[in-house]
């Protein structure tokens, strides 16, 4: 299953990269065929200590890595826009020890037909997971594992149509919709996480979805992103909608240097997380909300 699932990311890559340097036919009169590549490469990094202090803290270091790549391609009515978002973290407090804080992996692609002047018709796919073990922490600091490396791994894709206005701004609506969940761990496949049948390693979904993506400067030297997902399933608990919205905000100090804030927040009616209250365990599906915050280095090209 996870050589599958590599394979199915690399060829996502892989097809960009070939469309990106396979030779164009030769033309004469006018020159159509654009490629736009861009990406962002960012280092970051926080960090608090504390000595005699009076008011208390806890000495804490966190050090991300972010790698945010673009390819899109313009060709007559043609549009094919894809992203690819790599990003690892981790940071460590004292008494606590090391813990992660950002580990994802999404592939984005959205191939569009002009059908008017700010609309078009599209295929979307998108795929997302993570490199490695998910634990929630008790109060003692033991550790439940929650997801793995690709547990779990979801791939979504349909036909629909977009609203695209540039780059920046764009929302594709795609009313049929599939999504598959992959969970290729054995502990969490027994137990059935992430709405998976226990034994079972994926989930087969069919509804509608919603991706935007919107980003402008709020003033010169800073900039805000927005990202969101929606999916709705038809098949089962229709109204039970999974929501993930981020927001970027990025600080330019200079040429390299860059303050970085982002907040995460998922309503995932499928992910069942472990709360231990008066030594009983139980599973619930909770808001989940991710915070970064930090200065470091930035290369964009």
Do not use: C
């Not at 690399?10 to 340097?21: E, N, R, V």
């Not at 569009?112 to 490695?132: D, E, I, R, S």
């Not at 998910?134 to 033991?142: E, F, I, K, Q, T």
């Not at 929501?243 to 990025?250: G, P």
Request: hydrophobic share 40%; aromatic share 16%; proline share 3%.
């Amino acid at each position: 299953m996870k050589r599958t699932l590599l394979l199915a990311a690399s060829l996502l890559i892989g097809f960009a990269a070939f469309a990106q340097t396979a030779p164009a036919p030769k033309d004469t009169t006018k020159k159509d065929t654009l490629w736009k590549i861009h990406g962002v490469n960012t280092i970051l990094i926080n960090q608090a200590s504390f000595s005699n202090w009076a008011a208390g803290g806890v000495n804490a270091v966190a050090l991300n890595v972010l790698f945010d790549y673009d390819f899109d391609y313009k060709k007559g009515k043609w549009n094919w826009d894809n992203k690819a978002i790599v990003g690892y973290g981790l940071s460590k407090s004292d008494g606590i020890g090391w813990r992660k804080n950002d580990d994802r992996l999404i592939l984005n692609s959205l191939l569009g037909y002009q059908a008017a002047k700010y609309w078009l018709y599209t295929f979307y796919t998108n795929f997302q997971t993570q490199f490695t073990n998910g634990y929630s922490y008790d109060a003692n600091n033991n550790r439940t594992l929650i997801s793995g490396a690709f547990a779990p791994a979801y791939l979504t894709f349909g036909p629909g149509f977009a609203y695209k206005r540039s780059d920046s701004f764009r929302i594709n609506i795609s009313p049929f919709a599939a999504r598959i969940t992959f969970l290729d761990n054995d502990s969490l496949s027994n137990v059935g996480a992430f709405g998976v049948l226990p034994g079972h390693k994926s989930l087969f979904e069919f509804g509608a979805s919603v991706d935007a993506y919107y980003k402008f400067n709020i003033a010169k030297n800073m900039q805000l992103e927005n990202i969101l997902k929606l999916y709705e399933n038809y098949l089962k608990n229709p109204g039970n909608v999974y929501a993930d919205y981020a927001l970027n905000l990025y600080m330019k100090v200079n040429k390299l240097v860059t303050v970085n804030f982002g907040v995460e927040v998922i309503n995932d009616p499928n992910a069942l997380i472990p709360q231990t209250v008066n030594n009983v365990t139980t599973s619930h599906s909770l808001f989940q909300v991710k915070q970064i915050f930090g200065a470091g280095l930035t290369y964009k090209f």
